[in-house]
């Protein structure tokens, strides 16, 4: 495959060390970015909606090459003023993400001038909801573009995209069903996890204690069920419960958590390596979201040998994949605490527990969820799409 010139469409100033607002999307995006440079491709970021002005930068998502970093906001070019407000005002979407009719012609010229200054063969764009359909059309209207779908909500103006990359079949059946967008010209691809994870052994069941959650501490996280379910259980207080993550309702669970009297460890926000020592430890992961995409988290405790208690559409779609069990589903969405704490209870006592299941649980994640598995097939995906053209 000959090296091509890709512009990504990234928030990379949120990553998680820097923003709290990033998850696991941001770290599989710069994982991408760095993969892209180190096989050779060269790699530019539009950080849409980031407001930033000047002249091109350089972020150093690999030690061996870095990427440039586009202003994302220009001033209007006065020949284009009149026809782009044209056409943001027809093309804006009453409940989408909502600027200043100047603030879009200023991220239009942007996109523009990076696109012209750039040449990419090819946008790929990383934030599920974004204004890019609406800009790119008046900045290069024939350059091909393709967006990695993370949400477990169905973006808009899907098909301004040539191609849609989704995390797992379950959201592509159903994002598709509800946009409307071609099944046939969307493709599933699972995420990667970090190198960490992919090797070191898998601690025995002698060395494991507690239970852990991995992400943003909010209830779309279901957190508060699972603090609810501890509560009303007296089984469950004898396992300790880890909380990895920072989130906006976080005071509020530690209140909680100190009015009752429960076993919670408030970790806050761990590095990748820490991540990886929690969850080897943990007897079993437990995050019993009201809604996911494709859990980065689920990925990573399955790598580390440690079984699940998580987002219902993955657990069966991995079990499915796989063959063999990893787990309980569970969605926020519909169940109760009550039966939070019956499926937790029973993957504690289950043979999944054993030190051969976690095992065979670590293999298959390994071989799934690697970087070079995951960039090698994004690469495939790019070329497939040049090859066949705009559709």
Not at 63 to 89: E, G, K, S, Y
Request: net charge positive; with cysteine; glycine share 8%.
């Amino acid at each position: 495959m000959k090296p091509l010139r890709i512009l990504q469409v990234q928030t990379y100033l949120r990553s998680e060390r820097i923003n709290p607002r990033a998850g696991g999307k941001s770290r599989i995006a710069l994982m991408l970015t760095k993969y892209l440079l180190e096989a050779g491709h060269e790699v530019a970021l539009y950080p849409w909606p980031e407001r930033i002005w000047g002249k091109p930068a350089e972020f150093s998502a690999s030690p061996v090459v870095p990427a440039r970093v586009f202003p994302t906001m220009a001033l209007p070019a006065l020949q284009n003023l009149f026809p782009d407000a044209v056409r943001l005002l027809t093309a804006r979407i009453p409940d989408g993400n909502a600027h200043p009719l100047f603030s879009d012609l200023c991220f239009l010229e942007g996109l523009r001038l990076a696109i012209g200054k750039f040449q990419p063969d090819l946008l790929h764009c990383q934030q599920t909801d974004s204004d890019i359909p609406i800009l790119l059309p008046r900045a290069a209207d024939k350059l091909p573009s393709l967006l990695t779908h993370h949400s477990g909500r169905s973006s808009r103006m899907l098909n301004g995209y040539d191609r849609i990359i989704f995390l797992s079949r379950t959201m592509q059946a159903e994002v598709n069903a509800r946009s409307g967008y071609p099944a046939e010209k969307s493709r599933v691809l699972y995420s990667p996890i970090s190198d960490p994870f992919l090797t070191g052994e898998i601690l025995p069941a002698r060395e494991r204690r507690g239970l852990i959650s991995v992400g943003n501490l909010k209830d779309a996280k279901g957190i508060d069920l699972l603090l609810e379910a501890y509560r009303r259980s007296g089984f469950l207080r004898e396992h300790p419960l880890h909380l990895c993550g920072s989130g906006p309702d976080e005071e509020r669970y530690k209140s909680f958590a100190a009015e009752h009297d429960l076993p919670v460890i408030f970790h806050g926000r761990l590095s990748v390596p820490e991540i990886k020592r929690e969850l080897s430890k943990a007897r079993l992961l437990v995050n019993p979201s009201r809604m996911e995409g494709f859990s980065v988290a689920l990925c990573e405790a399955l790598a580390c040998g440690t079984p699940v208690v998580g987002w219902a559409a993955q657990v069966k779609e991995l079990e499915a994949y796989w063959n063999r069990r990893i787990g309980y589903p569970f969605d926020g969405r519909v169940q109760s605490a009550e039966e939070l704490e019956s499926l937790i209870r029973r993957a504690l006592e289950e043979p999944l527990m054993a030190d051969e299941s976690r095992g065979e649980i670590s293999r298959s994640a390994r071989e799934s969820f690697s970087m070079e598995r995951y960039g090698r097939e994004m690469a495939g995906h790019y070329e497939e799409l040049l090859a066949g053209g705009r559709r």
